[in-house]
């Protein structure tokens, strides 16, 4: 009987949760926080795609580890500590803009950003695009030259930074007025997000491709150049012949149609409906629900 009684009182001290304290609920609270929030800055970052690729050499690594693929390991083993060195050389300016943002916000407010919003999957409604095509070929039959960026999964605030802010919905007319020769917004790339122009007159990094025909300008070969490191679609407009061309993934189409830049325009256009609804503290609001159409 003490035998069972020992074995019993055994098993719940090791089931027994360990003390914890006030203040180490807070030290979650702070560590999560952060975590949450290191991650949503390198989401809205270029850095991203290098985290998601770090990801995958550490899962290549593990399964290296788990079959016992030895070169892989070494390999692997001798070359991440310098990549990791090689990202933080690389991404230094993004760092930096992140401590300067982080010494200019209300850093409560950053932390607890809750808000209601619904976000839908759709990059643009088919309004825009529709205003946005309409507003393309005007200036292409005027033969006034015209960059527009579309962003799609990575942010281009680091772009946008470059030129001046608008955060405008976007339409035919704007985007005319915006190109129009002689106009303080005219020079430069605009760029959109969703259904606004988020900013004008942005400088974009030309390709250093050197296998681009010598007939691309400045402005082709910036819509290469963004589309060669995010994944955004950028339409161009040459001033000098006034045709129409898309770039995306690093290549360049050139003198397309409006049936075409519709397909391209309802590739980016996600159709899915995602509706959340995110707490108010201060209004005593409750977690709503995720809905996925």
């Known amino acids: 009987m003490d035998s069972i009684k020992n074995f019993l009182r055994n098993i719940l001290t090791w089931l027994s949760l360990p003390s914890v304290k006030v203040t180490d609920i807070i030290d979650i609270i702070i560590l999560a926080l952060l975590i949450y929030n290191i991650i949503k800055w390198i989401k809205n970052t270029r850095a991203w795609a290098l985290l998601k690729g770090l990801g995958v050499v550490i899962g290549i690594w593990v399964i290296a580890i788990v079959f016992e693929l ?20 690389i991404f230094q300016p993004e760092f930096r803009r992140a401590l300067e943002q982080l010494g200019q916000k209300n850093i409560m407010k950053s932390f607890i950003s809750f808000d209601e919003s619904k976000d839908r999957g759709e990059k643009f409604s088919d309004h825009t695009m529709e205003e946005l095509i309409r507003a ?12 527009v960026v579309i962003e799609c999964e990575t942010m281009l605030n680091d772009f946008a930074d470059t030129g001046i802010y608008m955060d405008s919905l976007l339409s035919s007319q704007l985007i005319i007025n915006i190109f129009e020769p002689n106009t303080p917004l005219h020079d430069g790339a605009v760029i959109v997000r969703g259904n606004r122009i988020i900013a ?3 400088y974009l990094p030309l390709s250093d491709n050197m296998y681009l025909s010598k007939e691309l300008g400045t402005r082709h070969r910036a819509a290469i150049g963004i589309s060669e490191i995010t994944d955004s679609l950028t339409i161009i407009v040459s001033e000098e012949t006034g ?16 049936d075409f830049l519709r397909t391209k325009l309802e590739e980016v256009q996600k159709k899915k409906t995602i509706e959340i609804n995110k707490i108010k503290f201060w209004k005593g609001r409750i977690w709503g629900e995720r809905k996925n159409n």
């Open 70 to 89: 030895n070169a892989v390991q070494w390999i692997i083993t001798n070359t991440l500590s310098v990549g990791i060195i090689a990202g933080i050389i």
């Open 200 to 202: 004008a007159t942005c």
């Open 136 to 147: 393309i070929f005007d200036l292409s039959r005027s033969n006034i030259g015209a960059l």
């Open 243 to 258: 045709r129409v061309s898309v770039a995306s993934d690093g290549k360049i189409v050139r003198n397309i149609d409006s």
